[in-house]
């Protein structure tokens, strides 16, 4: 699904990496563990393109769809927190029966949200009033119910409470596509 070869990158004299090269097919399951400053979000990066590597390539499968949590939570709007679980739909691959999507996204939503650690009554309260983490809690459950076929997650877990990351961890164990994870926790 993506392939990565030979890439360097380095910031003036300070090289984080060499001929780095990596294939990651449609079920892999990659943990990236390193010190602060190692290159492992930089490597996320360069993998979304918003970074070039100083030599190599970087190439997506054809059609290959993947979703990105960052470290920092986004903007915070007027949406509810269900509104933002349900917004990758976009993600999902079109079909002809959008109405199937539609039927099951929000059922599917509340499950993970609660999941995730939020109460019944939550998904309809607007984001603005939850804290940033709770906020991040919700932008991991709208790439879970996207499910594409590849995560990309830098520190999932920062703002989770143990039973959420319990669930977490529990839910990524049948998760049906790949996965990379920038994580401090080892034993995550």
């Known amino acids: 699904?993506?392939?990565?070869?030979?890439?360097?990158?380095?910031?003036?004299?300070?090289?984080?990496?060499?001929?780095v090269s990596l294939f990651i097919a449609r079920t892999d399951?990659?943990?990236?563990v390193g010190?602060?400053?190692a290159g492992k979000t930089t490597l996320f990066n360069l993998i979304l393109g918003e970074e070039?590597?100083?030599?190599?390539?970087?190439?997506?499968e054809r059609g290959a769809d993947f979703g990105f949590l960052p470290q920092e939570s986004a903007p915070i709007g007027d949406e509810t927190i269900i509104q933002i679980a349900t917004s990758g739909k976009k993600l999902l691959p079109e079909t002809d029966d959008d109405y199937d999507i539609d039927y099951t996204l929000e059922p599917r939503a509340k499950k993970i949200l609660a999941g995730l650690g939020f109460r019944t009554g939550d998904s309809?309260?607007?984001?603005?009033?939850f804290s940033g983490g709770w906020v991040m809690r919700a932008h991991l459950a709208r790439l879970l119910v996207a499910e594409p076929a590849l995560l990309l997650l830098d520190e999932p877990t920062?703002?989770?409470d143990l039973e959420a990351l319990l669930w977490f961890q529990d839910?990524?164990?049948r998760y049906p596509g790949g996965l990379v994870v920038i994580s401090h926790d080892r034993a995550f």
């Open 35 to 37: 010190p602060n400053g």
């Open 158 to 160: 920062n703002h989770l």
């Open 29 to 32: 399951r990659y943990g990236l």
């Open 52 to 60: 070039a590597p100083d030599d190599g390539t970087i190439e997506w």
């Open 1 to 19: 699904m993506l392939t990565i070869a030979d890439i360097s990158k380095s910031y003036g004299t300070r090289e984080l990496f060499s001929e």
């Open 124 to 129: 309809d309260q607007l984001a603005k009033t």
């Open 171 to 173: 839910y990524l164990t």
